[in-house]
C-alpha cells in the first residue's frame, strides 16, 4: 500500500514498545537466534513436554506460524488486505511503531482467532525483520 512504511530501527526500539515481561523473554531468546526464528519459537512453543495442551491433545503449532507469515505477508504486502487497518494507520502522522505493532497484531489476531497480545512480540519481531530487510525486498520474497 502506497505511503505504509516500515522504520529501519535497531531491535531494542521495537522491543521497548512491548511489556516488560515479553520484552525480557524476547531479549534471552535474540541472544543465540535471528529475529524470525524468535518470532516462531514464540508461536509454536507449547510449554512443557509433561503437561497437554488445552483439550488434552498436543497439536503442532507449525502450521499456526505458517498461517501467521502467510497472514504477515498478506498484511504488508497486499494492497487490498486488511484495507480498512492500514488506511487508520496511515490516518496517524508520524505513523509509529506501537500504532504498526498494535494494528497488525490485533488484525492477523482477529483473522486466526486469537488475541492480538498473544502474536504482538511475534508481530514486532517480524516488523523489525521487514524494517531492515526492506519492503521491496520482504514483498518480492513471497
Sequence with gaps: MAGLTIPDAPIEQWLAELKPYQRQTLEKFLASDDAEAVAEKWLTTIG??????FGGQITDPKP????????????IC???AYSDEKKAILAEVPISKAMLISA???AIGTTLG?????IAPAATLLLFTVGRMG?????AKG
Excluded: Q, V
Design 48 to 53: 512443557s513436554a509433561n503437561i497437554a495442551s
Design 64 to 75: 499456526f506460524w505458517d498461517r501467521f507469515k502467510a497472514e504477515c505477508h498478506k498484511f
Design 135 to 139: 519492503l521491496n525486498a520482504y514483498c
Design 114 to 118: 486469537t488475541a492480538g497480545t498473544l
Design 104 to 106: 497488525m497484531s490485533s
Design 78 to 80: 497486499d494492497d487490498g
